[in-house]
């Protein structure tokens, strides 16, 4: 008789697929799990899985290199953003109430606060920035009962089959060694007629990638003009939208300047820890070079909008 390992007993997910294959096993039927996965998504069953245990993480010891992007971005921020443009992510992909969404690359856990606050059903949060995942769990401990957080690897990220409402990726695209294969696990995960909003750099001339991705969590892997609709067209899904957000990002990343000049005054009295110092140091260097390539068109900032078809 089928045996339930002790990993399987505590995901209930896992749990239900093995009672059912069990059940089909005792019948002599035939056990379709795409059709099994799907009832369940269709009966809300899956929908505010616990993401977390019961007692709260603890908060992960404070590393130079997050502390410096923060002083930088501001709390919960590894790169430029904006909450209030974070907050439309649920409506600019139609989500539905009960809606599953899935935000892949947040880094920390801004993004995916602002977007809960306009969305209050369950959230997906894949993150391939190792060193992101524990404060990411630590923060969004009180959205336990309807989010979860996975590591995602981006050469071999398999996307969950026709589960998602919507989607927002965030720079996936900007350092993927293979956009193709995202392109297609991204359509794979989303369900017929949901749409994904894409968010990344785009290449439009040489410059020194190198120096202005010196700081990046990975090596970049940034798609020249045109290669982004190119790879999820032909992952079958349809180009619905498409926006330059070059002139709002050097803004984001101009005002991240101002909040550093003035975390560095006020600091200055204090002290600052030297691995901290160093990091932003790095991040200022990197950034002169980077916010130069935007100001010359040679780099851009954008945002797309795909559709999987019905």
């Known amino acids: 008789m089928m045996k339930l390992s002790l990993k399987t007993l505590i995901d209930p997910e896992k749990a ?3 009672k059912a294959r069990l059940h089909a096993w005792w019948e002599g039927e035939t056990f379709d799990a795409a059709a099994f996965a799907a009832a369940r998504q269709g009966s809300g069953e899956t929908s505010g899985a616990p993401a977390f245990t019961e007692d709260a993480p603890e908060a992960p010891p404070k590393e130079p290199r997050l502390t410096a992007l923060q002083i930088l971005w501001g709390d919960n921020r590894l790169m430029p953003g904006d909450e209030a443009e974070d907050r ?27 977007a809960a606050e306009a969305h ?19 923060a969004l401990f009180g959205l336990r009962d309807r989010a979860q957080v996975e590591s995602l ?6 996307a969950p089959l026709d589960v998602w409402d919507g989607a927002w990726s965030l720079d996936e695209f900007s350092y993927a060694p293979n956009p193709s294969r995202l392109a297609v696990q991204i359509a794979k995960g989303l369900k017929a007629g949901a749409s994904v909003v894409v968010e990344c750099y785009v290449s439009e001339g040489r410059f ?31 180009l619905e939208d498409t926006e330059d957000l070059t002139a709002a990002h050097l803004a984001a990343a101009k005002e991240g300047f101002r909040r550093l000049e003035q975390a560095l005054a006020s600091a200055a009295s204090q002290g600052l820890e030297p691995g901290v110092a160093r990091e932003i140091a790095w991040e200022a260097e990197s950034w002169a070079h980077r916010m130069a390539a935007l100001h010359t068109g040679k780099l851009t900032r954008r945002r797309f909008v795909f559709r999987k078809p019905d």
């Open 16 to 18: 239900a697929l093995a």
């Open 88 to 114: 439309l992510h649920p409506a600019r992909l139609g989500l539905p109430a009960t809606g599953t969404m899935a935000i892949l690359g947040p880094s920390l856990a801004a993004p995916v606060l602002a």
């Open 120 to 138: 209050p059903g369950a959230i997906h949060i894949h993150e391939w920035r190792e060193e992101a995942l524990p404060h990411l769990r630590h």
């Open 153 to 158: 690897d981006l050469d071999l990220f398999a």
């Open 208 to 238: 020194s990638a190198s120096s202005a991705f010196a700081a990046a969590f990975a090596e970049p892997h940034l798609p020249e003009n045109g290669a982004v609709e190119a790879v999820l067209t032909t992952a079958g899904l349809g």
